[in-house]
């Protein structure tokens, strides 16, 4: 039996309501070429059950609740492809046969050791009036908004397409898909940041999928509370603490936040006026989040696990 090219790595805690979008994306692209290995971790709800109902993908259930970097960890130990992909439980994957044969060539270049998979979809400018939930709005343009920014600033072009510019980074590129064994496991709550650093020490180039008609992860779960946000926000500020104290960050308010925020004010007629404010309102949550993690982070910086805690609630 011939070794699959891609190995996707999904952590799953109490993921009932939206894992199995996740599945019937990679279903799409089930066969020989991928494996997919979904960590269970302290499921107290039916993940098992609707993870059972796919046979292409094969169930690790985790002695004892340990978070995502100890799920990925055991996950990579068990992956036999050469490129592995970092897959959320709530996201899915928009990629055909074609989108993957893609992926895996992208690979053939020694010096290429990750794919900066841009989030078209959250949501892509064309499906605004689909989404009901303003805060995923709010959120999702900003997070929008935020990619073309870093894209349009930190990226360059080359003959072999566009790619991460070393030279002009600040604000780290999220990097889910890579090459198996180029890189020491990330062990922080922004370990897809952690990985673009680790891949650009490394030597490797990341290259950038910024095309719809190429793969790229698609959130599911499209609605999102104000209480949400802010734990989420919260957490992002613990992740980026572990961060700055694991490898380089160097995004800060003259060389990144004012910037960033210039582009949103200018994109604020694109937008209209009631997505502009929502957008703010998104930027205005973070600040608050800052506030709310800073006694947190007064008390010294907290590990990965806990840090994890603060993610986004799910709606039940």
Same mark, same amino acid.
């Given at each position: 039996?011939?070794?699959? /090219?891609?190995?996707?790595?999904?952590? !799953?805690?109490?993921? #009932?309501?939206?894992?199995?979008?996740?599945?019937?994306?990679?279903?799409?692209?089930?066969?020989?070429?991928?494996?997919?290995?979904?960590?269970?971790?302290?499921?107290?709800?039916?993940?098992?059950?609707?993870?059972?109902?796919?046979?292409?993908?094969?169930?690790?259930?985790?002695?004892?609740?340990?978070?995502?970097?100890?799920?990925?960890?055991?996950?990579?130990?068990? !992956?036999?492809?050469?490129?592995?992909?970092?897959?959320?439980?709530?996201?899915?994957?928009?990629?055909?046969?074609?989108?993957?044969?893609?992926?895996?060539?992208?690979?053939?270049?020694? /010096?290429?050791?990750?794919?900066?998979?841009?989030?078209?979809?959250?949501?892509?400018?064309?499906?605004?009036?689909?989404? /009901?939930?303003?805060?995923?709005?709010?959120?999702?343009?900003?997070?929008?908004?935020?990619?073309?920014?870093?894209?349009?600033?930190?990226?360059?072009?080359?003959?072999?397409?566009?790619?991460?510019?070393? !030279?002009?980074?600040?604000?780290?590129?999220?990097?889910?898909?890579?090459?198996?064994?180029?890189?020491?496991?990330?062990?922080? !709550?922004?370990?897809?940041?952690?990985?673009?650093?680790?891949?650009?020490?490394?030597?490797?180039?990341?290259?950038?999928?910024?095309?719809?008609?190429?793969?790229?992860?698609?959130?599911?779960?499209?609605?999102?509370?104000?209480?949400?946000?802010?734990?989420?926000?919260?957490?992002?500020?613990?992740?980026?603490?572990?961060?700055?104290?694991?490898?380089?960050? #160097?995004?800060?308010?003259?060389?990144? /936040?004012?910037?960033?925020?210039?582009?949103?004010?200018?994109?604020?007629?694109?937008?209209?006026?009631?997505?502009?404010?929502?957008?703010?309102?998104?930027?205005?949550?973070?600040?608050?989040?800052?506030?709310?993690?800073?006694?947190?982070?007064?008390?010294?910086?907290?590990?990965?696990?806990?840090?994890?805690?603060?993610?986004?609630?799910?709606?039940?």
């Amino acid at each position: 039996m011939s070794e699959p /090219q891609v190995s996707f790595l999904m952590p !799953a805690h109490n993921e #009932e309501r939206v894992i199995h979008h996740a599945l019937d994306g990679l279903q799409q692209i089930a066969g020989p070429a991928i494996e997919v290995l979904v960590g269970l971790d302290g499921c107290t709800d039916g993940t098992g059950a609707v993870v059972g109902r796919y046979d292409f993908a094969r169930v690790v259930e985790m002695d004892e609740r340990g978070g995502k970097p100890a799920v990925l960890c055991r996950l990579m130990d068990l !992956a036999r492809g050469r490129i592995v992909a970092i897959h959320d439980a709530d996201w899915r994957l928009v990629c055909d046969r074609k989108g993957l044969e893609q992926l895996v060539r992208a690979f053939d270049d020694p /010096q290429v050791g990750g794919i900066i998979l841009p989030p078209h979809n959250i949501p892509f400018w064309e499906l605004r009036a689909g989404i /009901q939930s303003p805060g995923f709005v709010g959120a999702g343009l900003g997070v929008l908004l935020l990619w073309e920014h870093l894209l349009r600033t930190q990226t360059r072009q080359t003959g072999a397409g566009r790619e991460a510019d070393p !030279a002009r980074i600040v604000y780290p590129f999220t990097v889910n898909v890579l090459r198996r064994g180029a890189i020491p496991l990330a062990t922080t !709550a922004a370990d897809d940041f952690e990985r673009f650093f680790y891949l650009l020490d490394a030597g490797y180039r990341v290259t950038v999928f910024n095309d719809p008609a190429l793969p790229y992860f698609q959130i599911t779960d499209q609605e999102l509370s104000f209480r949400d946000h802010l734990r989420q926000r919260v957490k992002n500020h613990l992740a980026r603490a572990q961060l700055a104290r694991a490898a380089r960050f #160097e995004a800060g308010v003259r060389n990144f /936040q004012l910037p960033f925020v210039w582009y949103c004010v200018q994109n604020a007629r694109r937008l209209g006026w009631r997505d502009a404010a929502l957008v703010f309102t998104w930027y205005t949550t973070i600040i608050l989040a800052l506030l709310r993690a800073w006694p947190i982070l007064r008390r010294g910086v907290p590990d990965a696990r806990e840090a994890w805690e603060y993610r986004i609630t799910r709606h039940v």
